[in-house]
């Protein structure tokens, strides 16, 4: 008779509830991950589809009044100020915007974009000095929009404008092209 301990029959299977519990463990770790991945997918489809949306989807130009004929004087620029053409429904005020508009003649109306052909800051209509500032870099424009001065490449943007039933509208668009 020894006196060596005896071992339980349940224990003796050790070895091969080792490689269930890894391979329980792998498999969790597979599932973890694959769950990452889709609640990363989830949370990263719309946010991809926000940002890279306004590229692939035409955006909608509308004509919007901006008041009566008889309220701008003949030669005189003013700012006028319309709703974006696309506001989001969160957008709040940042969906106004704003253009110059200059009274040439009794029938006749142009339209500037508010930013600098340069690197876009909003300019300043001085009536003094009859021209367009820039405070960014010191761009400025003469009243029909062309430079005058500094470094924008060009005039300031054009917006289609038009009279209809004794009010001036202004085509608005999100990205001035002429
Ligand atoms: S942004 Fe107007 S001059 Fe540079």
Not at 20 to 41: D, P, V
Not at 67 to 88: E, N, R
Request: charge should be neutral.
């Amino acid at each position: 008779m020894t006196n060596e301990p005896q071992i339980p029959p349940n224990e003796a299977s050790t070895p091969a509830s080792g490689s269930i519990t890894a391979e329980r463990r792998k498999f969790l770790a597979w599932l973890s991950i694959g769950l990452s991945g889709l609640i990363a997918m989830l949370l990263g489809i719309p946010v991809i589809g926000f940002i890279l949306g306004p590229l692939f989807q035409e955006l909608p130009e509308t004509w919007r009044e901006v008041g009566a004929v008889d309220q701008f004087a003949i030669g005189t620029t003013v700012k006028v100020s319309f709703l974006d053409p696309s506001p989001m429904l969160w957008a709040g005020v940042t969906a106004q915007t704003a253009a110059w508009l200059r009274r040439v003649s009794a029938d006749e109306f142009t339209a500037f974009a508010m930013n600098c052909s340069h690197l876009g800051c909003p300019v300043r209509w001085l009536p003094q000095a009859q021209l367009f500032m820039c405070p960014c870099h010191g761009g400025v424009y003469y009243a029909d929009g062309t430079v005058a001065a500094g470094p924008p490449p060009r005039g300031l943007f054009h917006l289609p404008v038009r009279i209809r039933g004794g009010k001036v509208e202004i085509r608005a668009s999100a990205v001035p092209i002429e």
